[in-house]
């Protein structure tokens, strides 16, 4: 996954990649892999960063775009993690197709469960 607001912010600062790198302590090509999505910011990263660029991590992340796993929870079944994996692959446009079909999915839940309970109210 892309990291546009990393990449925003390093530039708001005028900062080209290897000035970046001496501030943070990594490599070019790891910043770039960072920046383009190519590798996932590790917690130990982020403070790294943050230090370098004095920000903060929610400058930095889009929450919109991280889907957080409390790891301690031992309960996920492996097809929920291949569905994770394979939601975090889809590009933008299959993602808001998924989005409307999940969406239109809960819809016809609901409906159901309003009929049963209006069922049981006729009753």
Do not use: V
């Amino acid at each position: 996954m892309k990291n546009d607001r990393l990449k925003a912010i390093r530039e708001k600062k005028g900062l080209m990649i290897k000035d970046a790198c001496k501030l943070i302590g990594i490599s070019a090509c790891y910043l770039s892999q960072l920046e383009n999505g190519q590798r996932q910011i590790s917690s130990a990263m982020m403070k790294k960063i943050c230090k370098g660029y004095g920000c903060k991590p929610n400058d930095i992340l889009d929450y919109d775009d991280f889907i957080f796993i409390d790891e301690s929870n031992r309960e996920f079944r492996e097809i929920d993690i291949k569905l994770l994996n394979i939601l975090k692959a889809l590009d933008e446009n299959d993602r808001a197709e998924l989005e409307n079909y999940i969406n239109f999915l809960i819809y016809k839940h609901q409906k159901r469960i309003e009929e049963m309970e209006n069922g049981k109210k006729g009753n």
